[in-house]
Every structure is written in structure tokens, then in C-alpha cells.
């Protein structure tokens, strides 16, 4: 059965997301099928009729992820927004899905699951370059961005550096968030290859968005 078929199943989705709880409360490598079916508390049966095995459970788990993923941001209306809005809602997914990441995991990923894990990660690496691409060449064509913009490029360089983000002492100053450094990381990308017009409207939005922020944490 085609996988995104199966993960529109609505038992096995809730399935994927008991496992996802589990796996961070007792890490990936601490639990084989027969633990994961008991905590469920579901029969090994069940678990196989959807899982032929670990790896393909964790293979799943990947594709649920990309799944949620895009369901967020159909959810954003990205076709109504000009490039740069469309940068700043989909950096907001991001920041989000960074500030949540679990390093213990990503190690026992990389680890034990190499092939599954590097498979999914240039997947993904090669969607975020396809997007950005995308997006500069919208940003150029409403004069937003420099048309001397060297789309491949710069795109490449933005994912090499959402990539390094995550690396160990990626930031040599101390007390700076991953956050922080995301968002600076973001407005250089934003100010390298904005034209004045495309500067002076990433300003206003970026007041409105503070402000809005403001008013959130004092509610």
C-alpha cells in the first residue's frame, strides 16, 4: 500500500505519535517492537500489520513528519503572500520545529539508522533548497530582491548554514539561543538580497511582528 495512504490512516497517525512520545521519553535505541507494542498496549499483530519492522517504523516516522510538515504550511496560504512574507511564516515553522528538537535522538538516528536518517535529511535538505530558490526568483520578479541575485548560490548557502545551525558550538558566543542565532541568520539573508524597496518593507513587517509578539506575552 502507498505509504501516504497508509499515514492517512487516522489509527496508524495516532499510532506514530504515541511512538514519537515514547522514543523521547526512552530514546530510540531502548526500545525493540515488543517494548513499543506493550507501552502502546496493543498486540504485536497490530503493530506489525502496519510496521514490517523498526526501520520501517522509523521510516514512517520521517515520512509522518514531512507529512505534518506540508500540512502546516498549506495552512499558511503562502500563493496570497509576497516573498518575503512567505519567508518570514515559513521561518516561524522552522524556529518552531527547531526549538523542539531533540539532539539525543538526532544522534541515535545518525548512529544506529545512518542510511534511513542521511536518506530523509537530503530529502529534506534538497526541499528547503527548492523553496528558497523558488522564493528568491519571486522576490526578484516583484522587485523585492536583486535581480544580480545568484539564485543557486545563495540558496545553496542558506541551507549549508541551517545545517551548521545544528552543529555543536556553531555560535562561539555564550548565552545566545538557537533562536537568536536563527533570526540573525534570517534578517542577514533577508538585508544581502533585498533591493531598498524589499529592506524597507522587511522594517515595517518586522516591527508589526514584534509588536504582535508584545502584545502575545503580556496577554
Known amino acids: 500500500m502507498d505509504d501516504e495512504l497508509v499515514l492517512n490512516d487516522p489509527k496508524l497517525r495516532a499510532i506514530?505519535?504515541?511512538?514519537?512520545?515514547?522514543?523521547?521519553?526512552?530514546?530510540?535505541?531502548?526500545?525493540?517492537?515488543?517494548?513499543?507494542?506493550?507501552?502502546?498496549?496493543?498486540?504485536?499483530?497490530t503493530l506489525y500489520q502496519?510496521?514490517?519492522?523498526?526501520?520501517?517504523l522509523i521510516e514512517k516516522l520521517f515520512y509522518y513528519?514531512?507529512?505534518?510538515?506540508?500540512?502546516?504550511?498549506?495552512?499558511?496560504?503562502?500563493?496570497?503572500l509576497n516573498a518575503i512574507d512567505i519567508l518570514i511564516q515559513v521561518s516561524i515553522l522552522v524556529a518552531d520545529e527547531m526549538s523542539r528538537l531533540n539532539t539525543?535522538?538526532?544522534?541515535?538516528?545518525?548512529?544506529?539508522?545512518?542510511?534511513?536518517?542521511?536518506?530523509?535529511?537530503?530529502?529534506?535538505?534538497?526541499?528547503?533548497?527548492?523553496?528558497?530558490?523558488m522564493n528568491i526568483q519571486k522576490g526578484i520578479s516583484e522587485g523585492l530582491y536583486?535581480?544580480?541575485?545568484?539564485?543557486?548560490?545563495?540558496?545553496?548557502?542558506?541551507?549549508?548554514?541551517?545545517?551548521?545551525?545544528?552543529?555543536?558550538?556553531?555560535?562561539?558566543?555564550?548565552?545566545i539561543t538557537s533562536d537568536q542565532v536563527f533570526e540573525a541568520m534570517f534578517e542577514n539573508h533577508i538585508r544581502a538580497i533585498s533591493t531598498a524597496k524589499g529592506i524597507e518593507y522587511f522594517e515595517k513587517r518586522k516591527s508589526e511582528i514584534k509588536q504582535n509578539n508584545k502584545n502575545i506575552s503580556n496577554q
Not at 152 to 169: F, Q, S
Open 146 to 175: 536583486r535581480p544580480d541575485v545568484n539564485v543557486e548560490l545563495t540558496a545553496g548557502l542558506y541551507v549549508r548554514n541551517l545545517v551548521e545551525m545544528h552543529e555543536k558550538d556553531y555560535c562561539m558566543v555564550e548565552n
Open 16 to 45: 506514530l505519535d504515541r511512538v514519537i512520545e515514547l522514543f523521547y521519553e526512552f530514546g530510540i535505541r531502548n526500545l525493540n517492537m515488543d517494548d513499543i507494542s506493550r507501552k502502546l498496549k496493543i498486540s504485536k499483530k
Open 104 to 133: 539525543q535522538l538526532k544522534f541515535e538516528l545518525k548512529k544506529y539508522y545512518e542510511p534511513i536518517f542521511n536518506q530523509f535529511i537530503l530529502k529534506k535538505h534538497n526541499h528547503i533548497f527548492n523553496r528558497i530558490s
Open 65 to 80: 513528519d514531512e507529512m505534518k510538515w506540508s500540512e502546516k504550511l498549506s495552512k499558511c496560504k503562502l500563493d496570497d
Open 50 to 56: 502496519y510496521f514490517k519492522s523498526k526501520e520501517d
